[in-house]
């Protein structure tokens, strides 16, 4: 979920300005390929200088063998001339986590250009093209390359400069791979008869799947097979998944457009790899940005899922030596117990609040075993030594260990403090076992005997077994703490940035932490990192100082989230000169009349003293941040459509919020042909606010959550100036113009959109699950509201059903009877266990909170079984 709109709009110039990369043209200074592998910074040297590149060579690579060589296009956002930028992304840091046995050379080039319009930057007939092509001739001269094995691919802007010089240099690849791209459907008369994978996030708002699509019918109708991959759920980040796969890479080795293309996976290690060499330096801190209110309910149902997250040694350890001593017919004798380990494991927990500043923990303990693996027993005289001894505690049912714990925030972090502590064992729910292999020396020491007291003994220390598990709690408190890890929840910034372009990266730290007898609520601020590699002095937003979740009842999980923290964080933008996009990189052509001659020279009366051919350019400049602000509900919001999207799943929209981008600058420039450099021309302050709504809408799996235009955008032009000749104001006729071309063109371009659409994933906690149910907007926060959907079993057989239930901690109930044509809800915080017996067979399966089943006969004929209930 990470990364050109402004609102729409102003979401997409934000976000073409974030693409930024540069190419390289190389000559290497006397390396010899053979001495050095990995990845080499490397440096070419042509009339307009230098230009930094890194190469990849395997690390067993040998001039002996022909490489198949990889060159890779980098997106927007690693434009410049610091040869490593293009490296952080694409299959770069999939490399370095596979360096030993990564079998292709990787060229990695990088765009100089920041000022021409940000999808063209790879463009065939560019200088950075060229420079690539040249620096990829020269790598050959100096390694074995594989001259039919040169693969081509890139990301974002790189994936369209794929299209534009795989089109232009049609003998040169063997394959290629576009990610995230877009082409002109043009290019497949010229396109050559060589294998392509085009890889698209379906939810890519940058560069939207559409974008390639026509490009790859237009291939077909022309008698080409190119595969087409649109991964589910992924955004424009799906560069991580498709480098990340090995099936990729495999596929580059022998590429092929026959049958269809394998699967894409992202493993946790490739998702490590991704984020391995993200540095995070915070240069902003946003306090009370984010609050989370835990209900009890929600503390219930996540406890069903604690026992089957203890790892399996978590209740295991070692105990030091324990000293005793004891006395027997005047005797007293020193017993030492050793080599004592224990050993069991967590089958039941419950958290709840319980009151101000107070949770109750409970773990439920089964077959605990402690071993005692050798005992010595010393007395006048007299001694003994004895084998392994087993206590079993919780071999009937659980013995519950009770805490009542402080939640409090020390140094950032989320503290538990101990107030008091309880673990009985009932008399009848543990044992002790006789000792193995008794050894005695002394009068009256016989095996038995000794036996007889060892037990005896122990079994009268049953305190002191209780107790020792009591002295426990502080460390296993310790451990409870370390898993308290809340950074994540900076992600939260997803749900209300209203821009497809520059999530922002951040991470979340306790504030504060509240507790009363309905739940827990935690506020918690956010350090953010720049969006560009900009030195950018550390600041403090000012905080809004209101709470941002009322504390109630609520029973399960709400997530708010401070609407003023936008200004804080599109001022990054602004101060990160990321903040602007060329009109024309807004995707669509609806902006294209702000570049026209014929329809700028009643503005730019002056454009007549330029040929017909000179080329205008017009950028969208964001100077002030933005703001998100709440109108009270209105009676003619746009509601769900009718049939399946009013159904219940689809959350009616509870007000509109304002999107206002109060100071930004349309910039006018101009060039003849032949001319490299731009001339300004005019420029045009703009006042920009957009009335948007928020729609959820409920899957089995997820919740997609959508920004929709509430209406027309309402756009002011205060001032303008004309900078061609003598500089001068521009008048009120002039400006109508620029306001009314801009308002028709946003407003087309929304039609029928949406600003950014994001998929919030049920969160999944083994025995439970909570979904996204609303958002609702208060006056200083925007709360999305969690709770666990009910379980729905319908019967669509001709046969009456008879089934039973079980819990995770019940035995099997019922029979519930279910007629034909009726369906069953259920309403509970855990998934449980559904069986029923038919011709002597019986089935069981495990229904999760949210799920839909259906009884009916399968579609091939047959008895009537359980089936989960089609997605529409």
Not at 486 to 492: F, N
């Amino acid at each position: 979920m990470n990364d050109t709109r402004f609102t729409v709009a102003a979401a997409r110039f934000v976000l073409t300005c974030l693409i930024l990369s540069g190419l390289g043209v190389s000559t290497c200074f006397g390396q010899q390929a053979s001495q050095a592998d990995g990845f080499l910074k490397r440096s070419h040297t042509d009339e307009d200088g230098a230009h930094k590149y890194q190469l990849f060579v395997p690390t067993d690579y040998s001039a002996d063998n022909q490489w198949p060589i990889v060159v890779f296009l980098h997106g927007a956002g690693e434009r410049g001339n610091d040869g490593v930028a293009p490296t952080q992304v694409g299959p770069g840091p999939f490399l370095r986590a596979r360096q030993d046995t990564f079998p292709f050379l990787v060229l990695f080039t990088q765009c100089e250009d920041l000022n021409s319009r940000l999808l063209r930057g790879w463009r065939a007939d560019g200088a950075d093209a060229k420079r690539m092509l040249r620096i990829l001739k020269e790598v050959e001269q100096e390694y074995s390359v594989d001259p039919q094995r040169r693969i081509l691919t890139g990301w974002s802007m790189g994936g369209y400069g794929v299209w534009s010089i795989g089109a232009a240099t049609p003998d040169l690849w063997s394959a290629v791979v576009p990610v995230s791209s877009g082409g002109d459907a043009a290019l497949a008369e010229q396109w050559p008869d060589v294998p392509v994978w085009t890889i698209h996030g379906q939810r890519d708002n940058v560069v939207r799947p559409s974008a390639v699509t026509g490009l790859i019918d237009e291939l077909r109708n022309h008698e080409r097979s190119p595969w087409l991959s649109i991964v589910p759920d992924a955004g424009h980040d799906v560069w991580k998944i498709a480098y990340g796969s090995d099936a990729l890479f495999n596929w580059m080795l022998a590429p092929t457009n026959e049958g269809h293309p394998p699967e894409l996976t992202e493993t946790p290690k490739s998702k490590e790899a991704a984020t391995a060499e993200q540095k995070f330096k915070t240069v902003l801190e946003i306090p009370d940005a984010v609050a989370i209110r835990l209900g009890n309910r929600m503390l219930n149902a996540v406890s069903y899922a604690i026992p089957g997250r203890v790892p399996d040694d978590a209740v295991s350890g070692d105990i030091p030596n324990i000293r005793d001593s004891t006395s027997a017919e005047g005797i007293t004798f020193a017993v030492t117990f050793s080599q004592i380990r224990y050993r069991g494991k967590v089958s039941r927990a419950n958290v709840k609040a319980v009151g101000k500043d107070q949770l109750r923990l409970q773990l439920g303990l089964t077959d605990v075993s402690l071993t005692i693996g050798s005992t010595y027993i010393r007395g006048r005289g007299r001694s003994a030594t004895a084998g392994q001894i087993t206590i079993g505690i919780g071999t009937r049912r659980p013995v519950w260990l009770n805490v009542h714990v402080e939640p409090y925030v020390q140094d950032r972090r989320l503290r538990l403090r101990a107030l008091s502590s309880s673990f009985r064992i009932e008399s009848d729910n543990w044992h002790v076992t006789r000792p193995r292999g008794i050894s005695t020396r002394g009068l009256g020491m016989t095996q038995r005997r000794v036996s007889d007291a060892l037990v005896q003994g122990l079994y009268a220390k049953k305190s002191r077994i209780e107790h020792e598990v009591v002295a426990a709690v502080p460390s296993i408190l310790n451990r409870v703490e370390d898993m308290l890890d809340l950074s994540d929840a900076g992600q939260a910034t997803d749900a209300v940035w209203p821009l497809p372009v520059y999530h922002p990266v951040a991470k979340a730290w306790p504030q504060k932490v509240f507790t009363d007898s309905n739940g827990v609520s935690i506020t918690m601020g956010l350090n953010v990192a720049a969006p560009t590699k900009q030195s950018l002095p550390f600041r403090v937003a000012d905080s809004n100082n209101e709470p941002l979740l009322t504390v109630g009842s609520e029973e399960t999980l709400q997530v708010a989230i401070s609407p003023h923290m936008l200004g804080s964080l599109t001022q990054l933008l602004v101060e990160s000169e990321v903040a602007q996009i060329n009109v024309l990189d807004i995707p669509g052509d609806t902006f294209a009349d702000l570049t026209r001659r014929d329809r700028l020279i009643d503005v730019i009366p002056n454009f007549a003293n330029y040929p017909e051919d000179a080329e205008i350019q017009t950028e969208l400049v964001l100077t002030k941040p933005m703001s998100l602000q709440r109108e009270s509900f209105q009676a003619n919001l746009p509601q769900p459509a009718s049939g399946a999207a009013a159904a219940a799943d689809v959350s009616t929209p509870s007000g509109l919020l304002h999107l206002n981008a109060p100071e930004a600058v349309l910039r006018v420039a101009v060039r003849e042909s032949g001319d490299n450099k731009w001339t300004p021309v005019a420029e045009f302050e703009l006042s920009i606010s957009q009335r948007i709504t928020v729609q959820v809408t409920k899957m089995e799996e997820a919740s997609d959550v959508r920004l929709l235009p509430a209406g027309n955008v309402q756009v002011t032009v205060p001032q303008g100036r004309l900078m061609i000749g003598k500089p001068m104001a521009a008048d009120e006729a002039a400006r109508t113009v620029v306001a009314t071309l801009f308002s028709d063109a946003w407003n087309t371009w929304i039609a029928g959109e949406t600003f950014t659409e994001t998929q919030i994933a049920a969160l999944d906690f083994q025995q439970t699950r909570l979904q996204l149910q609303d958002i609702l907007l208060a006056d200083d926060s925007i709360v999305a509201s969690f709770d666990i959907s009910p379980v729905h079993i319908a019967n669509l057989s001709d046969e009456v059903h008879i089934y039973e239930l079980k819990g995770p901690a019940s035995d099997w109930r019922g029979p519930y009877t279910l007629e034909p044509g009726e369906s069953h809800r259920y309403d509970l915080d855990y998934s449980f266990s559904y069986r029923w017996t038919s011709n002597g067979k019986t089935t069981v399966y495990t229904l999760k909170p949210g799920s839909e089943s259906e009884f009916r006969v399968p579609s091939g004929g047959g008895p009537a079984t359980l089936f989960r209930k089609p997605t529409e």
